[in-house]
């Protein structure tokens, strides 16, 4: 009975596990295109891809509020 136990805990640990590196990758991904986004369009518009991200960020975060 205790083995089954630490198999369902060990099974448990290896779920949780795989859905934060799923969600972590996710999260990656995410940030990769703003990041091609945000150079594509620095590109367009002749000013540098840093000025562009924050100016990115910025509205997300008041699109949230």
Not at 12 to 32: I, M, P, T, Y
Request: charged residues 45%.
């Amino acid at each position: 009975m205790e083995t089954e136990s630490k198999k369902n805990h060990v099974k448990e640990k290896d779920l949780n596990q795989k859905v934060f590196n799923r969600q972590a990758k996710n999260s990656q991904e995410s940030r990769k295109q703003r990041h091609r986004k945000a150079h594509s369009v620095a590109e367009a518009k002749c000013l540098s891809s840093d000025t562009i991200l924050r100016v990115m960020i910025e509205r997300r975060r008041r699109r949230r509020r």
